[in-house]
């Protein structure tokens, strides 16, 4: 990610918290007091955000010392000081949500990463993230699925072509959809389909797809899919994928595992800061 992309996102994010300032904190402080602060984790997990969390308080105070104590990857445990900060004691109190907001939004998508990941480390299968992100914090949500441990899919629209269902319905068929596709993009933009049968998945494979989507499909449906295909696509499987069912979704053999929940259902970990 770009240092300016990452100021960005924080800026709006403080911009929100205190659009007019802090009226509690700068009624209460001193205008050069200065504290020293800690950042602890309060449960085991993925870390994941840090540079984000000493960004947030060095945009409110330049002069804001930011000691990391751990760093983004490293697994916490309960108790664990992740950074030590001195600085101005308003810039520490105002930035003091929104760095812990970023922080554990992210180490909480990097921990739960992390568990689907380690649930299928025996098998030659990627687990990747999808589109189903924070509106105006993909980036960091992308990244803290990397950092545990995951697979990016395509960033955003202009990535990749992926033909679903409704441009299907809207086009007439799978075959027309992707020569239509073919004729009009690079030779160097891949092409994948989604399907849902394994008709669907015939028809992708006999016109060319470079990658192909299972969106929820059962198990036997992905078995035959695998046999079927014989390495000449890249298989993804899709759709209600969670941390009971799939091992049993890498076991049929499929490249790629997508994981909406990496991002759109997540629980953020406990951290906290205190003033010393």
Not at 129 to 144: C, H, N, S, V
């Amino acid at each position: 990610m770009l240092v300016l992309q990452i100021e960005d996102i924080i800026k709006n994010a403080l911009l929100e918290d205190m659009n007019n300032g802090d009226i509690t904190t700068e009624n209460l402080i001193g205008l050069n007091d200065i504290s020293e602060a800690e950042i602890i984790a309060k449960e085991d997990g993925v870390l994941a955000g840090i540079e984000i969390a000493e960004i947030t308080f060095k945009l409110l105070d330049k002069d804001m010392l930011f000691y990391r104590l751990k760093e983004d990857g490293q697994f916490l445990r309960k108790g664990d000081v992740i950074a030590k900060i001195k600085g101005k004691t308003r810039a520490i109190l105002s930035g003091e949500r929104t760095a812990l907001n970023f922080l554990q939004r992210l180490s909480g998508i990097a921990t739960k990463t992390k568990k689907f990941v380690d649930k299928v480390e025996k098998y030659n299968v990627r687990v990747a993230d999808t589109r189903k992100t924070t509106p105006g914090i993909r980036a960091l949500e992308k990244y803290a699925v990397r950092l545990g441990g995951g697979a990016n899919h395509r960033y955003n629209l202009s990535d990749a072509v992926m033909i679903k269902d409704n441009h299907i319905r809207a086009v007439g068929s799978i075959e027309k959809a992707i020569k239509l596709i073919r004729e009009r993009v690079p030779h160097t933009v891949k092409v994948e389909v989604e399907v849902e049968t394994i008709e669907q998945f015939k028809q992708a494979l006999d016109a060319g797809a470079d990658i192909i989507m299972l969106d929820n499909m059962s198990i036997e449906d992905m078995k035959e899919a695998v046999n079927i295909n014989n390495k000449k696509a890249i298989l993804e499987a899709s759709g209600n994928v969670n941390i009971d069912n799939i091992e049993e979704v890498a076991k049929t053999g499929v490249d790629v595992i997508s994981v909406g929940a990496l991002t759109h259902s997540v629980k953020s970990l406990d951290i906290s800061l205190n003033i010393k």
